[in-house]
């Protein structure tokens, strides 16, 4: 079975500063399957990335996808503050067929 | 432009039923999976049921397998997903969403209170 965990689980930075969001997979999973969201406060989630490193349409360029093994890492270059959200990994296998991380809460001050 | 609306939500006792409904519009309902993803209160994204474009395949998360049945009618371009056995840990936010490996279009959720 494969566990997704995201770390930190809150952070808060200024405008203008990096945030650097980790997923780690408890086993080798293939980065095609990994997908990012952005959840705003009250609201549904919204696809960020897909294929570890893929923008879905609409999505600026400040959001940026890496991986290396089992650690994918979410990067915004300079934070807004409308990135105030909760961000998910999720990952499509096998067992289970869709995992969830438990979700990084960014605030911006 | 796509949209899911989903209702249906709302508060019942442990062990009631409720039947979520999702409708979509603004692309190919027959051309998709659909599935239902929920968030409990303080919790992460839980993926609950899938299913396929034409209705004949059907998962689920083993948490609900057994209580909760997904289905769809095309001609109508509605989601389904009937609950029963309804138990308090199914408190959450239900989400309709759109994809196959992953979510690309979400509903606005709907809540649900399973409360004595």
């Known amino acids: 079975e494969i566990v997704l965990t995201q770390s930190p689980g809150r952070m808060s930075l200024s405008p203008g500063e990096r945030a650097t969001l980790s997923c780690r997979a408890s086993?080798?999973?293939?980065?095609?399957?990994l997908a990012w969201y952005q959840q705003e406060h009250g609201r549904s989630p919204r696809l960020l990335l897909y294929?570890?490193?893929s923008r879905a349409p609409g999505i600026p360029d400040r959001f940026r996808g890496s991986w290396s093994g089992t650690d994918f890492t979410l990067t915004i270059t300079r934070v807004e503050p409308e990135d105030s959200a909760v961000y998910h990994c999720q990952y499509y296998g096998s067992s289970p067929l869709y995992s969830f991380g438990q979700g990084t809460k960014l605030e911006i001050k | 432009e796509v949209r899911l609306v989903e209702s249906g939500g709302g508060l019942v006792e442990p062990g009631g039923s409720l039947r979520l409904s999702c409708s979509a519009s603004g692309f190919t309902v027959n051309n998709q999976w659909l599935h239902w993803v929920r968030r409990a209160p303080g919790k992460g994204l839980e993926w609950v049921s899938r299913i396929n474009d034409n209705g004949d395949f059907t998962s689920y998360a083993d948490s609900v397998k057994g209580r909760f049945t997904i289905s769809r009618d095309n001609a109508k371009s509605t989601l389904y997903l009937q609950m029963n056995s309804l138990r308090v840990e199914d408190t959450a936010v239900y989400f309709c969403?759109?994809?196959?490996?992953?979510?690309?279009?979400w509903g606005q959720g709907t809540v649900v209170t399973v409360s004595s």
């Open positions: 969403a759109r994809g196959s490996a992953l979510f690309d279009n």
């Open positions: 294929g570890a490193v």
């Open positions: 086993q080798s999973v293939s980065s095609s399957y």
